[in-house]
């Protein structure tokens, strides 16, 4: 098959031979321009979140979404920026169910560097809440646990209250710290 002289199975121009050691560096420089090509943040192989029933009560409500830098205003519009100055590289989001009824949230941000993740809990109203033992820093609130370890901001919100809803999300903090350690 010829494409405009270019003799396609052959590697050759017209009137010309390829040496080997010119394929070789051919199919090396093929190679690396298309795994230069590949998303650094592909997430196919990227899992963050616990699956469901791993951790006991909690099972998966949907499917993994990535937020590019550019795009997270899609997600958090009115609160991207806050996120863009921090350092924001993407941000995955998953929704959980608690014991099938407790709808959940959970949003891992995924910062340049550690300080943007301190720079966003540090900002975060600290009324009504807890400091706890979970990752780097971590406060509970009703309804709510926000915490950080090197450059990860994960958030996770419960949408409906009970007296075990901030014992659950802890155990989903401790889980999804594990598998972020394991990353």
Do not use: H
Request: proline share 5%; aromatic share 8%.
């Amino acid at each position: 098959m010829n494409l405009s002289g270019f003799a396609v199975n052959r590697l050759t121009w017209p009137g010309q031979q390829l040496s080997p050691v010119a394929r070789a560096v051919l199919a090396a420089f093929t190679a690396l321009i298309m795994l230069s090509c590949r998303s650094s943040s592909d997430t196919t192989a990227y899992r963050p979140f616990p699956q469901s029933n791993q951790i006991p009560g909690w099972s998966v409500a949907g499917e993994m979404r990535t937020f590019q830098a550019d795009n997270l205003w899609e997600y958090i519009d009115g609160d991207a920026d806050r996120y863009l100055q921090a350092g924001v590289d993407r941000t995955l989001a998953l929704s959980y169910l608690y014991q099938g009824k407790t709808e959940a949230q959970a949003d891992i941000y995924i910062m340049k560097s550690p300080d943007g993740a301190r720079k966003i809990l540090d900002a975060e109203p600290s009324e009504g809440s807890r400091r706890i033992e979970l990752g780097e820093e971590a406060r509970l609130s009703p309804g709510s646990l926000v915490f950080r370890k090197g450059r990860y901001l994960v958030r996770l919100t419960a949408f409906q209250e009970s007296p075990e809803v901030g014992e659950a999300l802890m155990q989903l903090g401790r889980g999804i710290e594990k598998q972020l350690e394991a990353q």
